[in-house]
């Protein structure tokens, strides 16, 4: 497929042809591994590593790890399987900030002595204080004009040990007066007696994200550093850094990040729908998370497809989640093999069919891959069909079956009832039809129609099956688009989940292989689930739906009278 060109390819192009960085194009996926990746880090995944792959040039993995107090070593793992799970590959080039820490120091040395950079002794709320306001000017720290050497001292006594958290930071020396807030004297050392996954106790004095960010992408001869547009005005400070310090420089460019509508994507809010218990984990397949969007049935292909539609901007928007779910439901439609399953299964019995005659009927694996053949399915007096597939005083627009009514059973034959069945409450147990042995395969010898084909399961030879139904996580598009939006769990769909026990499949689902993805006639694709799924005990997902008519008239009906 051709490549959607876009402003960052411009930018690379025009490097190439002025021959920047002798020609080389190097990408990096900087993850801060505080939280599981979710699907707004695949198009940043897709758009660096992809951006190394068709330009010939490299794309690395770099933890940034500078924060100790939120990391952890479960996330580093998960983190490296999802980037492996979508197809990229990092070429052994797996780096972490934490490894630079040496570097950092000495670099934040080399401000010091340089005079810019000095040891700060207010307090956080006099810091906030001295910052100034949008429109007022901030105020010089006191220790702003400290001599080099007392800067020193103080910056090495910081990292032996000697002070208490947020007693002292070590700030950049630039301009308390800037228009742009990060040029005020931003903090870029801080003392925190807090061990680190991967230095433990070395370290008391973490750098800042700002300070670190921009030496990672040096060190590492980073050419082009893509972010997301919120560092637009942290630029300046990435270039200061840089400039100052006198070594290799990247260029940062910003896009907009993935807003994905129905959903929430920021690590800190999902971390709050897992520790809540407001989903089973991070992997719960209601999660925009690449892993709950793996277990729910998603393949890497379907979601780099999505990265690659959506294409890369400068401006923020919600994207519509059925473009994410169009791109599974394209995929599926080619691969998947059709089967039947009942959900709600309503006992039909062919009142003139023989009690033990079974016949088998052929049956398509998938119309779109012809080579994907033919299989049995089994047919007898009793089987089930959708509960939904029936009404007893049906409305105008309802063409399934009905009492006195004819409609098909899929690659089997025509059926009409004749009898329902209740029990003494009054509900439908049952259903009495008779069949026409002329019919068989599904089309009846003298050209008479029927308005509906249903799916069904015959009852002595189905496999009991749990079947799990997901809806969006929210109820509202823009869950966080409310008074206060941490209050953001208010809006979670109370029906995001719905668990179906005794669903009927065909028999060639007994043992259906943990993510594997099946269409379910007339239902959607839905997949075999990856732990709970068990030989003769198969529980699926539901991925999506397919597009059905009749749900679109109920919902349309459901909206009118709500
Ligand atoms: P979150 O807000 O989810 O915590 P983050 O930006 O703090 O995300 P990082 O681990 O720092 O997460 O992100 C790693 C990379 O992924 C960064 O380059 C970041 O710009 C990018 N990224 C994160 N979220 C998105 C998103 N929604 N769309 C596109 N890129 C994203
Ligand atoms: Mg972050």
Redesign the pocket.
Known sequence: MEKQTNFIRDIIDDDLKNNKNDGRVHTR????P??YL?I??A??ICLNFGLAEDYKGLCNLRF?DTNPTKEETEYVNSIIEDTRWLGWDWGGRLFYASDYFDKFYDYAKGLIKKGKAYVCDLTPEQTRGYRGTLTKPGKNSPYRERPVDENLDLFERMKAGEFEDGTRVLRAKIDMSSPNFNMRDPVIYRILKSAHHNTGDKWCIYPMYDFAHCLEDSIEGITHS???LE?ENHRPLYDWFLDTLDIFHSQQIE?A???LGFTV????K?LRLVQGGYVSGWNDPRMPTISGLRRRGYTPSSIRKFCERIGVAKFNSIIDISILEGSIREELNLTAPRVMAVLNPLKVVIINYPEDKVEEMDAVNNPEDPTAGKRNVPFSRVLYIERDDFMEDPPKKFFRLAPGREARLRYAYFITCKDVIKNEQGEIIELHCTYDPQTRGGDAPDGRRVKATLHWVSDRHAIEAEVRLYEHLFLKENPEKIEDGENFTVNLNPDSLKILKNCKTEPCLKDAKAGKAYQFERLGYFCAEILDSRPGNPVFNRIVTLKDTWAKIQNKERAKNN
Not at 29 to 32: D, G, I, L, T
Request: hydrophobic share 30%; aromatic share 12%; glycine share 8%.
């Open positions: 996926f900087p993850p801060e505080n939280g979710h707004g880090h198009k940043s940034d893509i972010c997301t560092f896009f990040r993935l807003n994507l920021s690590k800190r999902l």
